[in-house]
């Protein structure tokens, strides 16, 4: 945790998320049981299959973002999609059907996103969206569950900056349980419970950021160290309505947020993650998309994986405040 000094809790906190059914501790006693850090992975001085000018060592483009004129699966892209090479699921199985897709986001190498111009990341995020909403219009599967894993400890085996995107013939656990409490609030209160959410964090001592569109704050039940939450403030299920504007706009607060965490964490890894609504859901329902970003510093344990709590080293209310750029004092 270079450059941040944690400031002791009193004791430890086992705090219950506002919306689902999840428990964490907070506990700045054992500082978490740090990572070891990993040797890292193949980097540009070894053989990568993302970098530009090797599109033959992946799978045909299913969709690139190209200077004209190039040709298909060669150089002069800016953003690649493939299929994986080695699928979670695929459409031919019958007992794992599903897609699985990789994003190339750079053609040259480099290992995270916010080290790319804000356009590039811009160019990314459409990506996400043009391959979301083809799937929700093919229609033959439930879900797509977009994601990044950075750095060896958070499950990449590439360095390359990249994303995936899984796509599932039914809703996963973690979404049915964030939609399902959704639905209950709904209910009771004819409210969205993110919008709820999103309103008291913007006044509490989690709030990060505000951008135009967008409001980002440090779940109270933060999971992880430094955690962070994306809301859009126009409430929509479905990530692939985003506009335009909307999309510009998160690309940059998404990139500030990574760079405020390599910050905290030289070389930070870390998993992001899409939740977004199943691709049935009409757009009336009380969902409400969002990006959690899920740094990696610490080890889950017999302890985690007993129970499903998981233990946080840092509070989310401190690390909103290093996020917002006040935690002057805490710097070492
Ligand atoms: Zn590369
Ligand atoms: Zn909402
Ligand atoms: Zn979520």
Redesign the pocket.
Known sequence: MAGFRVRPLPFPELRKDPVVDRWVIVSTERGGRPIEKTPSLPSQSSWCPFCEGQEHDTPGELLAFRSPGSPADGPGWWVRVVPNRFPAVRLTSPSAFGAHEVFIECPRHERDLARLPVGSVCEVFESYRQRLAFWRADGRLAYGQLFKNVGAPAGASLEHSHAQLIVLPMVPSDVRA?LDAAKQHHIETRRCVFCDLMRSERESERFVARSEHFTAFAPYASRFAWEVWVFPDRHDPHFDAITPAERDDLAGLVRLLLRRLGDALPQPDYNLVL?TAPFSHSPHEPYHW?L?ILPRTTQAAGFEWGTGFAINPVPPEQAAMFYRGSADDSLC
Request: proline letters at 0%; a negative charge; charged letters at 50%.
């Open positions: 964030e939740h969002h959690e």
